[in-house]
């Protein structure tokens, strides 16, 4: 018996502006903003979605693929997010309802930066490894917002990955070997109640925040299972530009080939609570039976999640039967200029 | 059932009325009719309005208004069904002098929306339509009334082009009729290049937002025979009543407004007539695609055919059959509940000859379409001269 | 102006495209109703309405109503589902409303349709996308 994910699913929304498009409102340099994060166009919310929306969608793919898993089977469900629509009533409870998974079953709404997506993973997989409940659902989801002309709004963006996890040995179709997580109190980026914009240590972001905890996790969970960096077929770190989770995966000892098919951030830009668990799902839309792959998140404040996962064979007969990541990513964009942007991201003071 | 007559018609101007209130409104149109009628006693006061709650703030107008007339004691009742309220206030007095338990009453409509910005208008409105299930998602009711213009372009090949015609006559109409709220000659170019509202309905194929009141003086034939002096006794002779699904996913048939076809259906055999007796139309064109599928719903043209018989002329005055002599809802004003009212009182002006240049020579027999929503009510009067 | 009490009756029909099939004569209704539209009876059965459709007649609503504003222009259609049944929804993710067309394939989503203000409930159903891949 192991625990391991049965369904997973992920949410992109079309709409997507070009970093050109940012850089030219601001007189940025485009060309060196591009270099310099590694990003080339973020995904934009239209004013229809947002977190609970993006989870419904990204869970129904999840369900698609959990070969009939009844969603009244569930026993837990976790939304992490930094965009919950809501300051004081649930995401998680919403996306529950509308899947058709209350009213028995634990739902909480999870925060902590750009990790509540892995946090919410985190807890559901326990609760069925502590045998509490049969399956339970992470969700790690966000529409968060870039301060305008804050190198920030170059990549905030929005998407969603949900799992369903289950110790079904028949549903698995990624088994979860290994968890660790690596938290300190690190002041890198955070938001007071009631801004609408979060503010970050500029520089101190890298080095001391991301880099450090992201590889002491990555690191840790390495050395206490006895794995190596050549063990991996694909390793997805989180992605808050282009350039972070290449280079800390190449620190560790990553190949481009290893990184690749989880590095969604160019294009894509940083989801935040759903950045690598959406690399996840483009890594197990492709992953072959057998493979491991590591999935380490960030999240400032500062902390990070690591899995251990193993793929097993149903991977390929159910990875079909809902949207795939990367066709989400790259087909059917609706582009939009600046204008359109602020109106859709609320940046626009309306009326009263 | 006993034969009922108009013998009174009085409406005010139809337009931004701002410097009065419903109650003033309503007042100068009730004694305009009760002036023209010259009767002695009102047996009961009707009230067609659709949303005084939400327009003014205010109901029972039942009480307020007979109040109002100095005629506190009288029976009165306000009637509701949306755009048609109107209609059914006539339909409401008609069945009381009918059934022999009035014999003279005052038919009144009257509607005050200018007192709201135009977003609570358009809410107040959006009223007619299903709110939960048509109104939760944004629609309008140039929105509903475009869904409808789309199906039937997509079905019988009506045209925007068609659709313009029928304001421009509309217009045209509207520049004789003192009462009217707009008084401008509209080409086909200036049409379609207004504003979009819905697509593909523009500015100038929506009835604007107005204030006004009507109001007709009904009693029996009998009765009306003391009255009349010289004037023609113009006697209803037909009345139909009907509904129709309220939302739009619930009809059967886009292209068609049931609920008026049920409603003529109704009327034409009470008053054993057909299309072809018919000298004078109003209708209802809360919107140019509704007054071409109510054609269509009356008989007057062949489903799909009602769209190039306006292009054609067919439904100006001095064609075949003349339809919003009196301007229509585009130009006159769509004062809501007092619609149906006014629609009467052209057709009764009419059968009088008494409509100056709107006069369509020799009319005798009319009937006024009046409607509610989306085509979820409609009611149906025929009026003819009395021999 | 939507209190939170019949936003949460509507939980089902919003949320879930729950509907019902007359006992007597299997006539779908969506939204439920008391009785069959059809046939008179008062017994029915649940099911759940697929989410896959195609566009039946629409519009492009440029002139919103209060709280739409952000949403303008605001694609509105009739959409069909199964036979016969059919509903009201806005039509979501077009990049131009002129590419929408009567007979197009749409998909339902889970979107936000409105809010009561920036203080208010905010009110979730579902709208229909243009299904691509059909």
Known sequence: MSVGIVGYGAFIPRRRIKLEEIAKVWGADAPSYKRGLQLHEKSVPGADEDTVTMSVEAARNAFARSGGVDPVEVGALYVGSESHPYAVKPSGTIVAEAIGATPDIHIADFEFACKAGTESMFVAQALVRAGEVKYAIGIGADTSQGAPGDALEYSAAAGAAAFIFGDDDDRNLAEILATYSWTTDTPDFWRREYMHYPRHGSRFTGEPAYFRTTMSSAKGIMEKNGLKPGDFAHAIFHQPNGKFPMRVGKKLGFTNEQLETGWLSPWLGNTYSGASPIGLTAVLDIAKPGDLVLITSFGSGAGSDSFVLRVTDRVEEVRDLAARTRPQLDENQIYVDYGTYAKLRGKIRMAE | ?387 | MISPGRSWREFPQRYRLEAEKCTVCGKIHYPPRVTCSKCGARTFESLVLPREGKVVTFTVVRVPPAGFTEQTPLPVAIVEVMDGVRLMVQIGDVADPDEIEIGMPVRLEFRRISSDGEAGLIFYGHKAVPRLDA
């Open chain 2, 1 to 387: 059932m006993r034969d009922v007559a108009v013998v009174g018609v009085g409406m005010t101007d139809f337009g931004e009325l701002w410097g009065k209130s419903l109650r003033t409104i309503w007042a100068e149109a009730a004694l305009a009719a009760l002036a023209d009628a010259e009767v002695q006693k009102i047996d009961l006061i009707t009230i067609g309005c659709m949303s005084p709650g939400l327009f003014v703030g205010q109901e029972h107008l039942a009480s307020l208004l007979a109040d109002e007339l100095g005629m506190a004691g009288t029976a009165a009742s306000r009637v509701e069904s949306a755009c048609a309220s109107g209609g059914l206030a006539l339909r409401t007095g008609f069945a009381e002098i009918a059934s022999g338990l009035s014999d003279t009453v005052l038919v009144t409509g009257v509607e005050k929306m200018n007192d709201v910005d135009g977003a609570d208008a358009t809410y107040a409105l959006g009223t007619a339509a299903d709110q939960e299930w048509e109104g939760f998602h944004g629609i309008t009711f140039p929105g509903l009334y475009a869904m409808l213009a789309r199906a039937h372009m997509q079905r019988f090949g009506t045209t925007v082009e068609q659709l313009a015609a029928v304001a421009v006559k509309n217009h045209a109409n509207g520049l004789l009729n003192p009462h009217a709220q707009y008084h401008l000659k509209l080409t086909i170019e200036s049409a379609l290049a207004s504003t979009m509202v819905a697509d593909p309905l523009r500015l100038m194929d929506c009835s604007p937002v107005t204030d006004g009141a009507a109001a007709l003086v009904l009693t029996t034939v009998e009765k009306a025979e003391k009255l009349a002096g010289h004037r023609p006794i113009v006697k209803i002779s037909g009345s139909g009543l009907a509904t129709d699904t309220i939302s739009l996913a619930n009809r059967e048939d886009l292209t068609e407004l049931k609920a008026v076809r049920l409603a003529a259906d109704r009327a034409y055999a009470m008053a054993g007539k057909k299309p072809e007796d018919l000298d004078v139309v109003e209708v209802h064109d809360c919107f140019t695609i509704a007054e071409i599928m109510a054609t269509e719903a009356l008989g007057l043209f062949e489903p799909g055919k009602g769209a190039q018989a306006a292009e054609d002329g067919l439904t100006a005055i001095g064609g075949k059959i003349p339809v919003n002599t009196s301007g229509g809802l585009k130009s006159k004003g769509h004062p809501v509940g007092a619609t149906g009212v006014a629609q009467v009182a052209e057709i009764a002006t009419q059968l009088r000859g008494e409509a100056g240049d709107r006069q369509v020579a020799g009319a005798k027999t009319g009937l006024a379409q009046n409607m509610g929503g989306s085509g979820g009510s409609s009611i149906v009067h025929i009026l003819e001269v009395a021999s």
